[in-house]
Each structure stands twice: as C-alpha cells, then as structure tokens.
C-alpha cells in the first residue's frame, strides 16, 4: 500500500520559512517524480513544484520561484519544500503527490496524494 506522508506544516509570520517533508512508502520512490500542490481557503488545489526522479530537472509555479525550492532524498524515500519569504497568501493546505511520468506529476492527476500538511501565514 502507497503512502505519502506530509509533515512540517504549522503557523509562522509573513516573511518567515517552513520546511515540509513527505515521507514515501509502497512504491519504487527513486522511479517517480514528486511534487507539491497548494490548496488556499475557499479555492481549488494549484500546482507549486516538482522534482524528476533523479532530482535532476525541478520546475516550479511562478507564484513559487524564488522563494521555495524544491528537492528530495531517494536514499530516505522523502521529498521536500523549503519555504522562505512567506506570504498570507501562501495559507492553506500543502499536498504531495507521486506520479511515474513527470509530465503528469505537475498536473492534477498524479498517481498517488499525500493527506496535506497545514500552513498558515500571519500578517
């Protein structure tokens, strides 16, 4: 059975930094791409970044870049997004996702989901 685990979530003030972790387990980790989606209050999940399966090519959502990066560590079956220079906007619920073709991890079908880790950003 897959699972993906998310973790690091919590409150923090405007400008300050999260770490998220998601742990995977049930699958070949270092045969899938990652990602992480965002779901604000009130509106649909949104696409943040990803990361191939070798950590090789990441890409991001432009509301994402240069401030969140994205990585992972196949040895521990875990992927992660750092967060820095936080926003009110950026409340909401984080997601990790697996998918085996990178091509369809950044989109809304992804193969596996996480349960979602809780951000909020005071102003």
């Known amino acids: 059975q897959v699972e993906l685990v998310e973790s690091g979530g919590g409150l923090v003030q405007t400008g300050g930094s999260l770490r998220l972790s998601c742990a995977a387990s049930g699958l070949t980790f270092s045969r899938y791409a990652m990602s992480w989606f965002h779901q604000a209050p009130g509106k649909e999940r949104e696409f943040v970044a990803a990361i191939s399966w070798n950590g090789g090519l990441t890409w991001y959502a432009d509301s994402a870049k240069g401030r969140f990066t994205i990585s992972r560590d196949n040895a521990k079956t875990s992927a992660y997004l750092e967060m820095n220079s936080l926003k009110p906007d950026d409340t909401g619920v984080y997601y990790c996702?697996?998918?085996?073709?990178?091509?369809?991890?950044?989109?809304?079908?992804?193969?596996?989901w996480g349960q979602g880790t809780q951000v909020a950003v005071a102003s």
């Open positions: 996702a697996a998918d085996p073709n990178p091509a369809v991890v950044s989109t809304n079908f992804p193969q596996y």
